[in-house]
């Protein structure tokens, strides 16, 4: 953007380019510190999490537990019909629903005095950000949290595939949909678009998904997975995709598996990775530092190689949750005009789900890891089980939890639940966790009987 003399210039103490989950903590915490804030968006509030992650997502795994539910109510003796899904009257609801959390974005930053302004923005000095408007803002801080965007993979015909966004733009469950990619992303949308009428195949590259988790409770859950009706192709790299009429054929390099699949799809999705939205804004003028991948290089402070510049979530190499750029912010803030020199986030045993059918909750070290780092020191304790629910009606799914211990004391370096419930089950275990809780204090608590969560306390 070219320097014009007359240019309009305003002064804040913080400016934040993203209006995502990390900028608006960071705009809202700065903001009750007393700091000037203006923040840059120029599309809806929420970032990824809020339009195309996190909360769309989960109401649709929401509607595909109910409609697996509803299932097993005539296994229990209820007179029902198989459910059919108005599909648009779902997205609707839905978007009605996301729609309210714009509008409490825009009250809370109007009532905390921060200035929205629909734009983007360039940085063209350390202190100075230039909207695509015209205005230049100096500033004391400019905090990047524009987060990412997913990848397609540079393959023949991945134009023929759609990307895990544009999931939240379907009207209908296709009839046959490939999933291509083995991390979280893959698993959640493969297990929502099977329960809500699709036949769903994941295409995995590696021998088994979610690879940085757990290899056990991984393996349960490709069981319980299979039970649901996805196919699983581990090891089979897609290397091509390839139209047949209307339809789109994958081409993979599965160990004993043809070359493509049997069926052609109505739908391909990818899932295979994100970038983060570092391009663009004027970061490798100043020498901020990039990865490789074109993620922001930060500091334990979120802070990046030129003072003055911060960053926060996906456009970091760092832990890639909504959360984790809500906490990471406001600490941030804590430190820059709160007072408090210390803050910084603790990126030690954060907890996270995948919602799966049936969700995984993970905290702390894997098995595998722990091995690394303790050896011998370690001990494990498992509980495999079925849930009630799912026992009542002889269902096969199974739910495996996990401790994963060190040291004499046993204290617990790992939690581990794949099971219903789960994702709620794990926050507060999560805690105590993080404060040291050993085998032998969850020894000493009282289950509650009967539920899945009592089985943390109980394991032999």
Sequence with gaps: MARNDATPQVEYDLVVLGGGSGGLAGALRAAAHGARVALLEPHEFGGTCVNRGCVPKKAMWLAAGLASKIALAADLGFDTRPPSLDWKELVAQRQRYIGNIHGIYRGLLEKAGVAWMPCRGRLVAADTVETDTGVRIKAGHVLVATGGRPLRPDIPGAELGGLS?????????????????????????????????SRVEVFAR????????????????????RQHGVHLHLQAPVHALEEEGERVRVLHKGPGEDASAPEAFDRVLFATGRRPNSDGIGLEALGVELGEDGAIVVDD?????????????????????????????RRLMDRLFGGRTDAKLDYRNVPTVVFSHPPLGTVGLSEERAREEHGDAVRVYTSRFRPMLTALVDSPQRSLFKLVCVGEEERVVGIHLLGESADEILQGFAVALKLGVTKRQLDDTVAIHPTSAEEVVLMR
């Design 206 to 225: 590696g021998p088994r998904l979610l690879g940085d988790m757990d290899g056990e409770v991984v393996q349960q859950l490709q069981e319980d997975i």
């Design 165 to 197: 966004d544009d999931f939240f733009r379907l009207c209908g469950a296709p009839a046959r949909v490939a999933i291509v990619g083995g991390g979280y992303v893959a698993v959640e949308l493969a297990g929502v678009l099977q329960a809500l009428g």
């Design 301 to 329: 402070h979120e802070d990046t190689s030129v003072p003055g510049i911060h960053a926060v979530g996906d456009v970091t190499a760092k832990l890639q949750l909504t959360p984790v750029a809500i906490a990471a912010a």
